[in-house]
Structures are given as C-alpha cells and as structure tokens.
C-alpha cells in the first residue's frame, strides 16, 4: 500500500461553510401529537449560534403560546413564538432544550432535544505525485486516491474524550455511500478517482458508540490535470525549485541541466517506471538516462545558444493523463542568469499549484 502523501487541512464546506464541523445528538420527542425541534445547524460547532424550530402536524402553532427552555431557563416565549436561539457551548457541555406549546382549544404539547457540540476536522490529500517538502496540497487526478482523514473531538459531560475507536464512520462521495470504507473506527477513508474532470465531494457522519455524541462533515476537492514544470538542476545547489522557469527564459550558462517534476502526476517518484519522458531539444529526440529520465542537459558551445525545449509525458497505465510542456531557453555564459529574458513563473513552494 502507496501513501506517500502530506496531509493539509482544508477547510470544510458546510451549510453555512464554518472553519469546523461539529456534532449534536438530537433527541426530540413529543407527547400526543407529532411535536419535534428542528436545530439549524443541525450539528452546531461550540460557540456557534443555534437556531431551534418548533414543528408540529396538526397543531397551530402560529395561535399557540409557546415557551422555550434550555438547561431550565426560559430563553423565549409567546404567542406563536416557535423559533429560538442559542448559542452552543463549549466541548463537553451538554443542554437539555424542551419546548412547550398550549394551543387555544386547550391542548398541551412538549418536545425536548439535546445540544451538544464537538468538533470534526477534514485532512485532505492524494498520493499524487509532489516533490518533497512541497507545501502546497496534492490534489487528485484521474487514477490517483484522494486521502481524507477525518479527525473528531468528542467530548463526555465528565471531561473524558471518546476515541476513535468507539466512533463509527459513514463516508459518502457524491451522496453515494461508500460502505468497505465506512464502519467503526474508520476515520480515514482512501477514495479512488477515475474521473477526469468536475469536484470529488465527501461527506463523513460521525456517531459515538453509545449515540450520545454524532456530527457530519463534507468537503470538496477537484479533479485537477498534471503539471510539467522545468528548473535548473544546478551543479551546486540541485534543482532550484525556488524558479520554475517560463515559457521564455535566459540562463547565464553555456551548459545546464534541466529537471522537470509532474506535479499531481500518479507516480510515486520522477523515475517511476510506469512514466515515459519523451524529450526534444530544436526537434530532435533526445535519449534519456533511465536513473534520472526527468532531466536533459544541454550544452550551447558551437551554437545559437537558443534551446527549443520540449516534452511529453505519458503513463503506461493510466491513458488520461498526458502532459506536456514547451520552453524556449537561452543559454549564455554572458547572460543574465537563471529564469530571465522572459520572466519566470513563481516556484511552487511559494505559491502551491
């Protein structure tokens, strides 16, 4: 099994889009009738404003007199009054809500539920191909997994914190199900991708072993295609990753190294061998080294000193993706150094792809 990834949070796209997911159990009942509070968020984050709904079938709500409590204490009341507000509280914290309703003809009717907030967390990535130390995100391509480890913060009212292995994981990508990932203590779910193109939305519902504590994330990460991009592979320094190089460059030597690295490539490494780097330099192939089949050298000495660099790259097994790039370079011991004469595109380590 092929992880070589690094993790980066990204964040969650809910409802209202929060920085956090988090989670409450609703437990709301009615007596005589088919009362129940709806809470909007359904799974609040601690500290985040709840808005409670009274619903009932065959009770006139809007002529009834209302009265909402939470943890005792009346927090709204009126004629018709069926919405409230709370504000959720902290991890661990648990308060009981009960609504009472008192219609015309003389009905009585409760319903209670219950907030109680944690947090759950998405990390997010692909095991496709990146440098290392990269600090952006791998984002998935066609054939590559999409890595999402979700990470819950459930807390008891004693303090105590539920582990992961007392919470069971639903995992759903595009409101589909994925039951061979889904169970107890499945927090982290690894997701083929085999589409080429549109957005990989995943949903995680989190429930405690003992249902007391539940909440529901989902996040969203598109399809993207590989990148090629060409640095210089110096003598001294290695591959400047600090300036990728632009479609028109000058470097101040008669002869370079170029090194190209597929970004989000599925690959484990630039000298996979399901990879094939097909190279040419002013139309002519170029044979490679089978160690480092990623990078050319080109040398100026007794020529225009212009080099019209080009590259395909294919997949044996993996037919979609098939990137490719040009670059056209000038190569001078007089000239005035790496990446200028047209400008150069920001390194990746500075500005993720």
Known sequence: MRYPFTFALLTLFLSAAPTLASAQLL??????????IALSPQSPRPGQQVL??????????????????????IIAQGVGANTATLTAGALGSVVP???????????TYSAQATIAPTTLDLLVSSDSYVPPFFRGRAFPSAGTDLLVQAVPTFVRADGSTIPVSSITFTWKKDGQVLGALSGAGRSLAV???????????????????????????TVSLPTTNPVLDLYEDHPLYGILFNNALSPLSTIGENEVTFAAIPYFMQAQSTADRQL?????????????????PNEITVNANNSSGQAAIALDLTHSGNFYLEPSGTW??????????????????????????
Not at 27 to 36: I, K, P, Q, V, W
Not at 52 to 73: E, K, Y
Not at 278 to 283: A, K, L, T
């Open 27 to 36: 437990t709301a009942s009615g007596f005589g009738t088919n009362l129940s």
């Open 52 to 73: 409670l709904t009274a619903q009932g079938v065959g009770i006139d709500l809007q002529g009834s007199s209302i009265v909402w409590h939470a943890g005792g204490n």
């Open 97 to 107: 809500i009960e609504v009472d309703v008192a219609t015309q003809g003389g009905g």
């Open 191 to 217: 997701i083929p991708i085999e589409h080429v193109y549109g957005n990989n939305t995943v949903t995680v519902t989190a429930v405690s072993s003992d249902g007391s504590l539940s909440g529901e994330a």
């Open 276 to 292: 094939a780097y097909r190279w040419s330099v002013n139309g002519n192939t170029v044979d490679v080294s089978p160690s480092d």
């Open 328 to 353: 056209n370079i000038t190569l001078s011991a007089n000239g005035s150094g790496s990446g200028s004469g047209g400008g150069s595109t920001t390194s990746p380590f500075a500005s993720p792809h």
